[in-house]
């Protein structure tokens, strides 16, 4: 049994580990995670890196970007960008709103509706460019790590 979870962290370790599909690795893992999808995220990154031919792994490990201590984070720039985007007008990055929003997508109450496709909309941009960023940066360095190994 310990052999066999062995080689399964190794495949999943180095499956599909070019620069370029790692770098789509990480870019897919941070935009899944940005976007608000509570819940179901890890099982979208799993599809999506197995339709994809990505590193599974990497792709899971990126998403977590959305984590407790920084959803709201994401979640008040999400919906400060998505209103910016709707209305034209800057709304002001609340974290307090964006607990709030978190609190209030579980029991679907308060102007969550309305709040949801600025955040969804806000938070496509964020993760377009967050997932851009960490792309570059993941390429870069399986790059580097590819030419020292060659030397």
Known sequence: MRKRLQALWQHLKHENSTPGRLAASVF???????VPLYGVQTWICIAVAQLFRLNKLT?????QISLPMFAPFLVAAGIAIGEYLRFGTLRPLNIAEGRGFLADLWLLGG??????LSCFLGDTVLGLVLGGVGAAAAYGVASRKIRRNDA
């Open 28 to 34: 897919t893992g941070i935009f899944l995670g940005v």
């Open 111 to 116: 102007e969550v509706p309305d709040l949801f």
């Open 59 to 63: 792709v899971v490990a990126s998403a």
